[in-house]
Nanobody, 120 residues
Framework: QVQLVESGGGLVQPGGSLRLSCAASRSIFSPNVMGWFRQAPGKERELVATENTDTITNYADSVKGRFTIFRDSAKNTVHLQMNSLKSEDTAVYYC??????????????WGQGTQVTVSS
């Protein structure tokens, strides 16, 4: 069973930066995709950014040009560099992983979430 643990959340002023990190307890069956979702109060969980095994990335339109996702396959980690943060980015951010093929294909793994608050 894969466990995902996030870190790096916190309080930051508008225009500031944070880096989120997620460590997986074991390797995800390859090929796979890892990334980040977020959920603001009263809203549905939404995709923020993902990166697959071939380093193909996908970003929500609202974060393009501000956020960058990157992976360290050797350490089973994924990171999200968040720059030019806005109050609208305030949410709980969840690490996400999913194998694309094999017996575990379709199984979604989630971290417990880390709070990001952007406020003056």
């Amino acid at each position: 069973q894969v466990q995902l643990v996030e870190s790096g959340g916190g309080l930051v002023q508008p225009g500031g930066s944070l880096r989120l990190s997620c460590a997986a307890s074991r390797s995800i069956f390859s090929p796979n995709v890892m990334g980040w979702f977020r959920q603001a109060p009263g809203k549905e969980r939404e995709l923020v950014a993902t990166e697959n095994t071939d380093t193909i990335t996908n970003y929500a339109d609202s974060v393009k040009g501000r956020f960058t996702i990157f992976r360290d396959s050797a350490k089973n980690t994924v990171h999200l560099q968040m720059n030019s943060l806005k109050s609208e980015d305030t949410a709980v951010y969840y690490c996400y992983a999913r194998a694309l093929v094999g017996i575990t294909a379709g199984k979604k793994y989630w971290g417990q979430g880390t709070q990001v608050t952007v406020s003056s």
